[in-house]
Structure formats: structure tokens, C-alpha cells
């Protein structure tokens, strides 16, 4: 536990740190996240860029306080290390969103292949896991780019998410996986304190799509991979989409919804979760805390579903089922059609 609270705490203090030097030289650069560019911006002023920028030094720092990482997390990192960096292009020029796109599945494509990712439960058709790996990682990265969103919530929903990979590697015994997501952890706590309702500090893309891609990857290492070494529940192929249940949900909801009304699916709106939750009459500081209490509730299902039976699987995903169901009820109740 000494190194998991190690990372923890180094990656919280040189987030910190790094986040309020990141605003200072975003506002001197000109680096700034101006209201009104895209369609669901909420922001009355510009707010500086450089979230990422403080999050993956605190990263890379806390895992070099706690001793490294483990090998077959070696690909993801380096994934999410690219993904910063084109992220940081697409906020200082904004990139298409198909070129955006393709790009990440450039890189996931990199991560699976580097890392030898796959969905172990899929080996009796050779490849498919490691496709069906591909396409989850590139769902989650545009997911979680996608919640980036409002003020405070894509951090929010990372650092729990984070925090059941913690939880789910001491349970597989892997003590340095641990550490690795608890750095994640602490270094997205650090950043959330300038972060918050009201943000003086952004993520941008070079932070909330590399923490799609941590996320995601890290969801397969925890629950997909003990299945190959004959251990766990067939079930604990599920419990990634409750690791990120309400960014994936939010995705969904939000295409269907320009779909159904034939605009554009990449094109942005204000129909994500909180935009609706703000509709209800939910305050900022609100809204984030309700979208955080429900990604609570969700994720740590996951946790049940590693070693369920069948019993206790249906009834994890039942109350999880009913959780979606009552979100969507209540968005719905005031669809003013933006």
C-alpha cells in the first residue's frame, strides 16, 4: 500500500503544482478555450488550456516515485502519451472531427498490436479479440472526449473510474497496476481543484482523450485478462461498460438523438447529460455531483462482476439497467429539441 499511496499523493501535489504553472502560460500564450467556438460550449469566458499537460506530468512523475510500471501497461502509456499530444494540436488548430477520429484509431490500433490486447473470451476466433479490443478503445477515448464537456466532470468521471482499477489490481494481486492508477487517480484529483465549478483550467482534448485510453485499456487488463489464466467470472466481460458506464451511455443517448433528428452524428450540441441535468434546474456544482454519485454507483459494480455468478451478475446489471433507465426518464422529462 506504501507505493499505491505514494503515486497517489506525488501525482496529486505535481498536478497541482503544474496546473496553476499550465494557466499562467496558457493565458501568456494565448492558449485558451474560448465561449462560443462550438455548440456546447457553456462558458461565459476563456478559459486556459493545459489540464492534460498538468495531469500526464503528474502521471509519468508518480510512476517514476512508485518504481515504474508493469510491462503490459508499457503500450497503453505510450498510446496515451500520443494521444496528448495530437490533442494538444486539435485544441491549439481544431482538427476535423473525422481526422480527429481516425487518429485515434490509428493509435489504438498501435496500443492493441504493441500491447498484445485482446478480449480473452473471444480466442475461439482468432483476431476478433484483438479487434473487438481495438474498437473498444477507440469507443472510450471519443467517449470520455466526448463528456469533456462541463466544468469538472470528465475529471471527475475519470478519477473513479480510476479509482475501481485500483481496487480491481490489488484483487488480481497486481500491486504495481495499482499504483499506476492510483497516480491516475491523484494526479486527476489535483487537477479537479482548478477544475471545478467554476473551471479556471481545462483538460481539452490533450487530456480527456488520453484518459479515454488509459481508462479503457485499463478496463481490459483488470477484468479480461485473469479469465486467461482459468480464474474470475465469464461475466467480468461486462464490467468494463460499468467501469465506463456514463460516459459510453451519454455517447450513445447523445448520437441517437442527432441521428433521430437527422443532423450530423460528430457534429456538437448541447444534449450531453449535463446540459439535460441543467435543464432539470440542476446548478453547476449539482449537476457535477449527480453525474459523479451515478458513475459511483455504476462502476462499482464492476467489482461484483469479476467473480459473480449468475445470480448476483443479473442482479449487478439489473440495478445497473434500472440506474440508465431512471437518467434517461428524467433528461427526457424537459427535451426543449436544441
Given amino acids: 500500500m506504501d507505493s499505491i499511496l505514494l503515486a497517489a ?5 505535481v498536478a497541482l503544482g503544474a496546473g496553476r504553472l499550465a494557466m499562467a502560460m496558457a493565458i501568456r500564450l494565448g492558449f485558451l478555450d474560448r465561449p462560443g467556438t ?5 462558458q461565459a469566458r476563456a478559459v486556459p488550456y493545459g489540464g492534460g499537460f498538468a495531469v500526464g506530468l503528474a502521471l509519468a512523475a508518480a510512476i517514476a516515485a ?11 502509456l505510450a498510446g496515451a502519451a500520443v494521444l496528448l499530444a495530437i490533442g494538444a494540436w486539435d485544441d491549439r488548430r481544431a482538427m476535423k472531427a473525422k481526422v480527429k477520429l481516425a487518429f485515434q484509431g490509428v493509435v489504438a490500433a498501435a496500443v492493441v498490436w504493441g500491447g498484445d490486447l485482446a478480449i480473452d473470451s473471444m480466442k475461439w476466433a482468432p483476431g476478433l479479440g484483438h479487434v473487438a479490443a481495438w474498437v473498444w478503445l477507440v469507443a472510450v477515448s471519443n467517449a470520455y472526449n466526448l463528456i469533456d464537456h462541463a466544468d469538472g466532470l470528465s475529471g471527475t468521471v475519470g478519477a473513479i473510474s480510476a479509482l475501481v482499477l485500483v481496487i480491481g489490481s490489488l484483487v488480481a494481486g497486481d500491486v504495481q497496476a495499482a499504483a499506476v492508477w492510483a497516480a491516475l487517480a491523484g494526479g486527476l484529483a489535483g487537477f479537479l481543484v ?9 483538460l481539452g482534448d490533450a487530456g480527456s482523450m488520453p484518459l479515454g485510453l488509459l481508462i479503457g485499456g485499463g478496463a481490459l487488463t483488470v477484468t479480461y485478462w485473469p479469465q486467461s489464466q482459468g480464474a474470475g467470472s465469464p461475466f467480468a466481460l461486462l464490467a468494463p461498460l460499468l467501469v465506463t458506464a456514463i460516459p459510453l451511455f451519454d455517447a450513445f443517448v447523445v448520437a441517437v438523438k442527432r441521428w433521430r433528428r437527422g443532423r450530423p452524428i460528430m457534429q456538437g450540441d448541447r444534449n450531453h447529460i449535463s446540459h439535460r441535468l441543467r435543464r ?38 439489473a440495478q445497473a439497467f434500472g440506474v440508465l433507465l431512471a437518467v434517461l426518464l428524467l433528461e427526457t422529462t424537459r427535451d426543449d429539441g436544441v
Fill in 38 to 42: 462550438e455548440a456546447h460550449k457553456q
Fill in 9 to 13: 499523493g506525488v501525482a496529486f501535489v
Fill in 280 to 317: 432539470l434546474g440542476l446548478g453547476p456544482m449539482a449537476s457535477l455531483c449527480a453525474v459523479g454519485a451515478l458513475q459511483m454507483s455504476l462502476a462499482a459494480g464492476a467489482l461484483q462482476l469479476r467473480t459473480a455468478d449468475i445470480g448476483h451478475a443479473m442482479t449487478t446489471l
Fill in 66 to 76: 512508485a518504481g515504474g510500471a508493469p510491462r503490459h501497461l508499457w503500450a497503453i
Fill in 194 to 202: 482548478w477544475n471545478a465549478p467554476p473551471a479556471r483550467l481545462y
